[in-house]
């Protein structure tokens, strides 16, 4: 089915995806270019871009033009680097800002970059370099304040008489610049903190999202391979057991076709009920695939099916005696019973295909009330450990995964060559906890099933 066509996003919204995409960009347009811009239009109010290669600074400073505007840029443009490289900008940063500092000259349009910067490291970086760099910009600002006093002693000491500091107001005067720019700077440090919390937030959310996103896609491709398995085994155990009764019903009615023509045709009309059961066994196992719905299907086989399975067993050449302990059963769930149904159905089927001629089989059910367990046995005299194929393909598998979904276990013997005796014998055992209606006898979820699944193979 086609997905309905969604709308574009509004303009903002692309274009903040588009920035989001290229960080750099965005720091080169919003923060970097402004600062070049005021930059350059300080040094044209002061004169120093047409001053040569020296200049007297506001101070009476001569100072060197080109290493000035050097220091300028490196204090600037590493802003376009700081959602990126946010240590590595407020490293470069600081630098320039020290070596402006210590030239005397003082930093011009670059000290907006020292809040910027700080901001970024807050929200972007570590927070050993989110407190490290704070520290840095506060121990800046008294050196700001520090420059502040320097610079006026140093202008009064060149011009004598012309001006004579009061030291008193030049200490209130460097305290207020260093405190309103170590005011700036926490805040733009908080700020940056609580910026990055948040993102920081968001992007837990997403991962989040993206972690159960998986885990769903996970859980769904386990309960199909689970759903898979569950078929597979249903069919092997339908298809199994049908095409045996058949070939045996076919053998036996071709010897017997010329001597005793009633026998021929009871056989061949075996063959033939045989074969619709599978089709209809088929139909409904393979109804739950359909996209309609729920198909109509007859209830699934369980422990009062198994007395007709014996006799279509005896009818295809194979002697099977049958004992139930009916008033010792508990009341069985459908699944539980149908696992019970499906094991018989297969150790007898397996018997048919590889006990050989004169191969009989025994069945018990019935409770052991002092191990708490539903006890299931079967039996047969065929050739057991000496056949050339023992049944140790998927058949075994299948009945001990069906016994493993409700808690319980199955052991398959054949006896070998040096015995005297020979057979197979199959017992399962399912704990009676798990077998009643509503006590958890109900199978695992697929997600459970198709791991303990994948540990057995």
């Not at 600037?76 to 320039?96: C, E, K, M």
């Not at 009818?315 to 019973?337: D, I, K, M, Y």
């Not at 020979?422 to 109900?442: H, I, M, N, W, Y």
Request: proline fraction near 5%; glycine fraction near 10%; hydrophobic fraction near 45%.
């Amino acid at each position: 089915m086609l997905e309905p066509l969604l709308p574009p996003p509004p303009a903002h919204v692309r274009a903040m995806r588009f920035f989001e995409a290229r960080p750099w960009l965005g720091d080169t347009l919003f923060k970097v270019t402004p600062l070049l811009l005021l930059s350059a239009f300080f040094w044209l109010i002061g004169g120093g871009l047409t001053a040569g290669a020296f200049a007297t600074g506001m101070f009476g400073v001569t100072v060197n033009i080109p290493v000035m505007v050097f220091f300028e840029l490196l204090a600037i443009l590493p802003l376009a680097v700081s959602r990126i490289r946010p240590g590595l900008a407020a490293g470069l940063i600081s630098f320039a800002c020290l070596c402006q500092i210590l030239s005397m000259y003082g930093p011009g349009a670059s000290v907006f970059a020292v809040p910027l910067v700080v901001y970024a490291c807050a929200k972007y970086g570590s927070r050993r370099v989110s407190l490290g760099y704070l520290g840095l910009a506060l121990l800046g600002a008294v050196l700001l304040g520090a420059h502040v006093m320097a610079a006026a002693g140093l202008l009064g000491h060149q011009v004598p008489g012309a001006y004579s500091p009061d030291w008193g107001v030049m200490i209130f005067i460097a305290a207020l610049i260093t405190g309103f720019c170590a005011a700036v700077v926490v805040s733009a440090w908080l700020f940056g903190d609580l910026a990055g919390r948040r993102r920081r937030e968001r992007e837990a959310i997403q991962e989040k999202n993206r972690l159960l996103e998986r885990e769903r896609d996970q859980e769904a491709q386990l309960a199909a391979d689970a759903e898979r398995m569950r078929i597979a085994r249903e069919m092997h155990d339908v298809v199994s057991h049908s095409m045996s009764v058949m070939i045996a019903q076919a053998d036996g009615g071709r010897y017997v076709l010329q001597t005793d023509p009633a026998r021929a045709g009871q056989a061949f009309e075996t063959i033939g009920e045989t074969g619709r059961e599978a089709l209809t066994e088929l139909r409904r196992m393979l109804g739950v695939l359909r996209e309609e719905g729920e198909p109509k299907t007859r209830p699934a086989p369980g422990i009062e099916n198994i007395p007709q399975l014996v006799v279509d067993v005896e009818a295809s050449g194979l002697p099977v005696e049958l004992h139930v302990a009916e008033e010792s059963l508990p009341e069985l769930n459908e699944g539980v019973a149908l696992a019970i149904y499906r094991i018989v159905q297969e150790a007898l089927t397996n018997t048919l295909k590889h006990g050989g001629e004169g191969a009989t089989a025994q069945v018990w059910l019935g409770t052991d009330y002092r191990a708490g367990e539903l006890a299931l046995e079967i039996r047969d005299t065929g050739r057991g450990g000496q056949a050339a194929d023992d049944g140790a393909g998927s058949g075994l598998i299948g009945m001990a995964e069906r016994a493993k979904l409700y808690g319980g276990t199955l052991v398959a013997r054949a006896k070998g060559e040096e015995s005297l005796e020979s057979g197979f014998t199959v017992e399962a055992r399912f704990p009676l906890d798990r077998v009643r209606p509503g006590r958890r006898s109900a199978p695992q979820s697929a997600t459970e099933n198709a791991q303990e699944q994948k540990e057995q193979r």
